[in-house]
């Protein structure tokens, strides 16, 4: 009688890691993380400024933690989601509006040296504004652990490092003696000398010299490898995306004969219903976030995770103190204007890094904020948005029952399902099911709350201009659907014995 041969057990990470090799993940990994910031992007645009873009951010850094460590623990991956989702927030600080004017605005059509001017404008904004987020997910998915205090104390030099940048880098700034920074990327006198501009303050110079700063803190002191090259991947992307994007809506502004009587006329039809603003977005949501899902994967050798990372190290009684803190912040900077000497408090929304030092202490030392980060504490902001952008729409329905569609419903549905991840954590819960849960919850929670704010913009009713965008978001969800369900029934590997 031959003995058995002893049974191998294939430890998970091994198993992920062979699953992720193949040009076929490749390719979904790429598709899905792009529909996943297309659809966020577009959606941020009809909301704005930091808390917009951590739709994109929940969005895409869901995707990602629902390819790439399927088989990790929910709260490891819900700290990456979430450290990326504050990330993403950051470049919303910047302005851009007048950078995207220099490549289309119809007073200076046809002036190449603006465009390539507003061009690199886009690119470094575009970069300063991806990176952050790259970085973040860097050190989320790496194996290095960080601590709450290393945190706090790093997030104050940024801090410090961003006001330096703004003096240094973008002053003077004197509009009303024409005194403008020696490099400026927004409306200026250079480019429109008779004109009366109103040229806008810019920061990223602030935000140049701050993530410089964490890019060395990562690379150097921590010798984090991930989270340095997914931060000069995020760099990459959200370069190529700003520009890129814009490509599309300026080529549409130098060149509208083109969509009426030129090769394009066929489907003038449709591209006359088009929000070539909202596309140049979307556009730049599709473009950063293939560039993400392709960098994470050629950089997937370097995801670590093992039981350490699950450690909380903030008491729940201060973790609730500094989720009450910041949501109130939150929510008086962006619905009240307080008078007097709190005033300043007004300000917390204004400096992406000053709002999110709050947010990434309690993330990598807590256990429920990195489940309430995403999707809930997102939510909070755009829902009260949306009522007040649609003034309680359409007019048949009472204000009563618009608040409780628009506001109570969505947070009560987000607040149950964050609880309910809380609880499944406890109990060994993996990646797959906690990012397929939330991802699910939090496109269909924006999708809808979009489609209000687009007063039911169906391609099956008559067309608009938020129609095209209104389908393009649609089918980004129903993939994004799709994907879930795949990923929420694959069942975990064997742990090794």
Not at 57 to 81: E, N
Not at 240 to 262: I, K, R
Not at 461 to 484: D, K, M, Y
Request: aromatic residues 12%.
């Amino acid at each position: 009688m031959t003995a058995r041969e002893p049974q191998v057990i294939t430890p998970p990470h091994e198993i992920e890691s062979s699953s992720r090799d193949s040009l076929l993940f490749l390719i979904v990994a790429t598709l899905l993380t792009s529909m996943a910031a297309a659809m966020g992007w577009g959606i941020r645009g009809q909301y704005g400024h930091e808390t917009g873009a951590m739709i994109a951010g929940g969005l895409a850094s869901l995707t990602l933690v629902l390819l790439f460590v399927p088989h990790a623990s929910s709260l490891w991956a819900a700290r990456a989601a979430a450290m990326m989702t504050v990330a993403i927030g950051i470049g919303g600080s910047m302005t851009y509006g007048q950078t995207v004017g220099l490549t289309h605005d119809h007073e200076i059509l046809g002036n190449w040296e603006a465009l390539r001017w507003g061009m690199l404008g886009l690119f470094i904004k575009g970069g300063l504004w991806i990176g952050f987020g790259g970085a973040l997910v860097g050190m989320g998915l790496s194996g290095q652990r960080y601590r709450p205090l290393e945190l706090a104390v790093l997030m104050l030099v940024l801090i410090g490092l961003m006001f330096l940048g703004i003096w240094t880098i973008n002053s003077p700034f004197d509009p009303e003696n024409r005194i403008l920074p020696t490099i400026y990327f927004s409306d200026d006198w250079y480019f429109e000398l008779d004109r009366d501009l109103k040229p806008r303050a810019e920061i990223w110079g602030g935000f140049l010299l701050a993530l410089t700063g964490l890019v060395a803190y990562v690379r150097w002191v921590r010798g984090d490898r991930l989270a340095t090259r997914m931060a000069l991947v995020g760099i990459l992307a959200g370069g190529l995306g700003f520009s890129g994007g814009q490509c599309v809506q300026t080529y549409h502004a130098w060149n509208p004969e083109v969509f009426t009587e030129g090769w394009l006329s066929t489907f003038s039809e449709y591209t006359r219903y088009f929000n070539w603003w909202n596309m140049m977005e979307t556009s730049f949501g599709a473009i950063w976030g293939a560039i993400m899902g392709i960098g994470l994967w050629f950089n997937r050798h370097l995801i670590h995770y093992d039981e350490t990372h699950d450690e909380v190290t903030v008491a729940p009684t201060l973790e609730v103190l500094l989720i009450v803190t910041h949501v109130s912040l939150l929510l008086t900077s962006e619905f009240a204007e307080l008078p007097g000497r709190l005033a300043f408090l007004n300000e917390y929304i204004e400096y992406g890094p000053i709002m999110s030092t709050i947010p990434l202490i309690g993330i990598v030392g807590g256990r429920l904020w990195p489940y309430l980060m995403v999707p809930t504490i997102v939510a909070l902001p755009i829902c009260g948005k949306n009522a007040f952008f649609t003034g309680y729409l359409p007019e048949d329905v009472s204000v009563g029952m618009a608040w409780l569609l628009q506001i109570e419903i969505p947070l009560l549905v987000t607040l149950g399902v964050a609880t309910y991840l809380i609880g499944r954590g406890f109990q060994g819960q993996t990646a797959n099911r906690y990012a397929a849960i939330c991802l699910l919850v939090t496109s269909w929670l924006f999708f809808w709350l979009n489609t209000v704010l687009f007063d039911y913009s169906w391609p099956w009713r008559e067309w608009n201009g938020r129609t095209p965008n209104q389908l393009i978001f649609g089918i980004c969800t129903v993939s994004l659907t799709i994907a879930t369900v795949v990923c929420f029934s694959t069942r975990p590997a064997d742990k090794p014995r």
